[in-house]
């Protein structure tokens, strides 16, 4: 898998190379920005969209203080409805449990629909390997999934292809006529495709937005109606979710889905919010709560919030550096600000350059609709990860001198010195590529005096 | 087992209780404005008809619909003549209906979404499997927003529900939108009253 390999290579350096084509990092970067736009306009029709913004941040921070108790109610209900519940600490778990079920049924093909949770899980690799085939029936997900990349967009999988390249891709395994890149027609030719998929499948895996503890329900959002189409033609249904979808309440998805889809895409809602809560008749549900990690990231005060994530990609879409690097550049299942904060709690050495591709400017924590402290953690992170060590050396070398230099003043004044000398005297010293801040920089003329010494001669 | 260990390392590292926000102040008194309704389904790509009664839907429906070969009508009143005894079955029964004309509860003006629940379609995938979809709903029925519509609908009383916002569709290639995904290619809906 291609994303196994991106978890040796850092931010940088995989931005680095999707910057090397500059007019599709431009149509990148201003399509999110048409996105960030919609939600826009969408957030400012609503005259009370703070005070939901608010709400909504209220009751996730209710869940994370009661999830205990939510999580028992919820398993409870549930298993009233006629569902089995399991339990998986960790991805592993996670796989196993799925593999079983499916293994149980004797499938070795089956439908899925969006769910990041199993990106997260790596679980189409695993079942692969034992020898079961799952197709994504999300549009952009399959289209990556043919392209056999992960998606870099937790809303839009393949916000980074040209249609050329789609209509491509269909050409080779769909069998559409060559040099078509018509979107309709290329939908066309995938929804013929997949519904012979939904038809012929006996399960299906879903995700899961938001699920219900007073209900023991599950809702799940899409615009493309798969999930439905999967779910209810399928004998065994099998919701994959974090246990960090909880809500307490039916009446507060009013307020989750007034906010989830005029965040993601500025649409007022989706298509589709179907209500999963009792299996059909001759149907099993099961139910997979998997941890992977959060109990502990709910340990962490300065962190826990990241939990309150609805995945609306809001903070992608209005990221700076997102915009203009690409979701692969993250090499987590979850890219831009929000996997930033969430993916050192998965592995922080692994993920130790990643607080840092952001340059803090605030705006994902001005868009989030539950209203995570987003560049705040990102700069928490920044912190942690270099107290244990996990920063790249050249980094740490280079704070460290910094550090040696700002804490002694007369070795300032002298370094000062010496590095407008060198500057004047010998720029290509520092204007080279040995030099992470010249490049896409010039670097300035270097003054001729020091501030202390301008300010020495004219204090009067 | 992962399920203790799980509730263990959650009770222990869980914050501090915090009280729920009072919605109270987010619903809106009174009934939703049917035009607001109408326009937003038609941004959202569908079209709304306002009848007097269910007679209206046969001419309508000859009149925007071609190449209808299989309808499934929720109600007999709804097109006399649509296909009966379609229930029975996995659901794939439905595989070849071009169009569905089904009931919905109520519709919420802020985003034109449409509550429609097990009871009345009987068949869960009607709705998405169909090519098309048709819903019938009372003008009277319209709420402002989605904290009325949960108000009004109260506890669960069905296996499976769900709001249907205009028909199905895609953005993933480039961002051009199209009509017509996995579910239903479009949506009419036929507003009494």
């Known amino acids: 898998m291609e994303h196994e390999n991106h978890k040796h290579q850092e931010h940088a350096v995989l931005a680095d190379a999707f910057n090397q084509n500059e007019p599709r990092v431009d149509w990148h970067d201003e399509t999110l920005w048409w996105v960030r736009q919609k939600r826009d306009r969408m957030a400012w029709s609503i005259p009370e969209w703070e005070e939901l913004r608010e709400a909504a941040s209220q009751i996730k921070h209710n869940v994370l203080g009661n999830m205990h108790d939510y999580l028992l109610e919820f398993e409870k209900n549930a298993i009233a409805n006629g569902a089995v519940v399991h339990w998986a600490a960790d991805a592993a778990e996670h796989n196993k449990i799925v593999l079983q079920l499916l293994q149980e049924q004797g499938v070795k093909r089956m439908v899925k629909s969006k769910s990041m949770l199993t990106e997260e899980c790596h679980l189409n690799p695993y079942l692969a390997e034992h020898g079961i085939e799952v197709i994504d029936t999300d549009l952009g997900e399959r289209i990556v999934q043919l392209a056999k990349e992960p998606p870099s967009h937790i809303v839009l999988p393949c916000i980074h292809k040209k249609k050329e390249e789609i209509g491509d891709l269909f050409h080779e395994h769909l069998g559409t006529p060559a040099g078509n890149a018509d979107p309709k027609f290329l939908t066309a030719a995938a929804r013929q495709h997949l519904r012979k998929e939904f038809i012929q499948s006996r399960v299906a895996i879903t995700g899961v937005n938001f699920a219900v503890a007073e209900t023991g329900e599950m809702v799940v959002c899409t615009n493309e109606g798969n999930a439905d189409m999967g779910a209810h033609l399928a004998d065994v249904h099998i919701a994959c979710m974090g246990i960090e979808k909880l809500i307490p309440q039916r009446k507060h998805l009013g307020v989750f889905l007034r906010l989830l889809a005029r965040s993601a895409t500025g649409q007022p809602i989706t298509t589709y919010s179907s209500h999963f809560r009792k299996p059909k008749e001759g149907q099993q549900l099961h139910i997979v709560l998997v941890d992977n990690g959060r109990s502990r990231q709910l340990g962490r005060e300065d962190f826990r919030n990241s939990l309150k994530c609805i995945r609306c990609g809001a903070c992608m879409n209005t990221c700076p550096v997102y915009r203009r690097s690409g979701g692969h550049s993250y090499h987590n299942a979850i890219a831009g600000p929000i996997g930033s904060i969430l993916a050192p709690n998965l592995d922080m050495k692994d993920y130790a350059d990643l607080p840092f591709a952001s340059t803090l400017c605030g705006s994902c924590s001005n868009v989030c609709p539950v209203k995570i402290d987003i560049h705040q953690q990102l700069y928490k992170w920044r912190q942690v990860i270099t107290k244990e060590g996990y920063t790249k050396k050249t980094k740490a070398a280079g704070m460290h001198a910094m550090n040696i230099v700002l804490s002694k003043p007369g070795l300032y004044k002298t370094a000062g010195g010496v590095g407008r000398w060198v500057m004047r005297t010998f720029p290509a010293v520092v204007n080279n590529g040995m030099n992470p801040w010249y490049k896409q920089r010039e670097m300035p003329a270097p003054p001729k005096e020091s501030f202390a010494d301008w300010y020495k001669k004219n204090r009067k | ?193």
């Open chain 2, 1 to 193: 087992m992962s399920r203790e260990a799980i509730l263990a390392a959650i009770k222990k590292n869980q914050p501090e209780y915090q009280a729920l926000p009072d919605l109270s102040g987010f619903g809106q008194a009174g009934p939703g404005d049917p035009a607001a309704f109408k326009k937003v389904v038609e941004t959202l790509g569908g079209q709304v008809y306002e009848i007097n009664s269910f007679a209206e839907i046969q001419p309508l429906v000859a009149e925007h619909y071609t190449d209808l070969k299989q309808v499934v009508a929720i109600k007999e009143e709804y097109l006399p003549g649509a296909a009966t005894q379609w229930q029975t079955g996995d659901g794939r029964q439905l595989e070849h209906v071009d169009l569905a004309i089904i009931p919905g509860q109520l519709g919420v003006a802020e985003n034109g979404a449409i509550w429609v629940t097990e009871s009345e379609i009987e068949v869960r995938v009607l709705p998405f499997i169909t090519q098309h979809l048709a819903i019938v709903i009372d003008s009277k029925s319209i709420l402002p927003t989605m904290h009325d519509a949960y108000a009004r609908i109260g506890a669960p009383s069905t296996g499976f529900s769900a709001f249907i916002a205009g028909p199905s569709k895609t953005a993933d290639i480039e961002q051009s939108l199209v009509l017509g995904a996995h579910g239903a290619k479009s949506l009419t809906v036929f507003m009494i009253g």
